[in-house]
């Protein structure tokens, strides 16, 4: 009577095993922190969860975390997950009672989220935006990580969203499909939270996630423009403060340099651009959209040499 427990216990504990041993080849493979491997894989399987759960199209995926689904480098760590959320009220107590349901599907993936201890906070006015903040701890056998959620409300997607599949660490395991933002509502608002902070802003990772964008995504003029607009609108941002970021004194700034460089470094990623030939690239990719070029109505991007083109 006791064997069949007992059995279950071993192959539990024998299966966690396995999953953190590959874990760790795939962190000395990618030398990569395992830490931040382990992270993804606790963010990877939330999202199945997700996936699998009756609120799958009332959180749309957006973020660093959506750009994993467009190639990017995993050496692009994020440590929260972005979401808007459509459909839902944005209560607090609402909020945590969907993440509780969740965290609580069983899965054959050797994790295990605290629903008992999720924390969820309004975040605050002078924030990027207003939404809500949620804390879970997810589990591996003893390993311990905290998945930070932040979930917006209000927000217009141009051109979407759309399901995907989201990438997964080891190929036994069943792939999340999810609903994501817009490629182009995406660099809508890491633009708009550039040129809000400008000088203050410490955020690298958003001009060096529109590139990426920019560098391996086709768009359309029209749609790149409505998003913009709406985005900026939305968030009560003038366009025209663009020109202080696109300005000489923004490009030439010696601590943003230092910041580009140190961001570069921090995240293990190769760029030749210094942060000056950075903004050119960026300024070449967005002011026309910006100023509503009417000679570019109806083109379409061309990363390959770096322009708008007719159709």
Known sequence: MKSEPTNRSKQIKDLTASVKARLLNIAKQTNRDFNAVLLQYFQERFLYRLSISQYQTGFILKGALLLLTQRMSRLRPTRDIDFLGQ????????????????????CKDCVIFDHKNITVDEIAENADYNGIRVRVEASLGGMK??????????????????QTDFPVLLEEMPVP????YSIESSIAEKFEALVKLSFVS??????????????????LFDNIREAIIATFQHRGTPLEDRKVIFGIDFKLDSDKQKQWIAFLSRNRLTVNESFSEAMNKLELFLESVCSNDPNLKDSSWEAIDWKWKQL
């Open 145 to 162: 990580e905290v998945l930070w959620m932040d979930v917006a409300f209000g927000d217009k997607i141009i051109a979407g969203p759309h």
């Open 202 to 219: 410490s955020r690298m990772k958003d001009i060096y996630d529109i590139l990426f964008q920019a560098q391996n995504e086709t768009f």
């Open 177 to 180: 499909k999810i609903n994501v």
């Open 87 to 106: 459909g839902l009220s944005n209560a607090p107590d609402n909020i945590k009672k969907i993440i509780q349901e969740i965290v609580t599907i069983d």
